[in-house]
Nanobody, 116 residues
Framework: QVQLVESGGGLVQPGGSLRLSCEAS????????MKWYRQAPGKERELIGR????????IYLDSVKGRFTISRDNAKNTVYLQMNDLKPEDTAEYYC?????????WGQGTQVTVSP
């Protein structure tokens, strides 16, 4: 079955960096675009960005443009979210996502906390 497993979250100081990973299984990874979302406490889940099958990355969330990038390694069935210059407002649960033909799948999430 389809599985998405995020990792790499944790506690980081403002200005620090983290790289999140999302390892996929159960589908032909290289054939699908992948997305990253986040959800802060008390807020709606928001789309950070996506990466296409041809490695074209788009960041949709204005507050992270210039700080976050998305990449993928099809040999490892893994998509990454590189987060630099982290701010307290980046504190959230981070999720990867894939839209297959009829179903959308989510990982379990990984928590990122940005605090002094």
């Amino acid at each position: 079955q389809v599985q998405l497993v995020e990792s790499g979250g944790g506690l980081v100081q403002p200005g620090g960096s983290l790289r999140l990973s999302c390892e996929a299984s159960g589908f032909t990874f290289w054939q699908y675009a992948m997305k990253w979302y986040r959800q802060a406490p008390g807020k709606e889940r928001e789309l950070i960005g996506r990466i296409t099958t041809t490695n074209r990355m788009t960041i949709y969330l204005d507050s992270v443009k210039g700080r976050f990038t998305i990449s993928r390694d099809n040999a490892k069935n893994t998509v990454y979210l590189q987060m630099n210059d982290l701010k307290p407002e980046d504190t959230a649960e981070y999720y990867c996502n894939v839209d297959l033909i009829t179903t959308t799948y989510w990982g379990q999430g990984t928590q990122v906390t940005v605090s002094p």
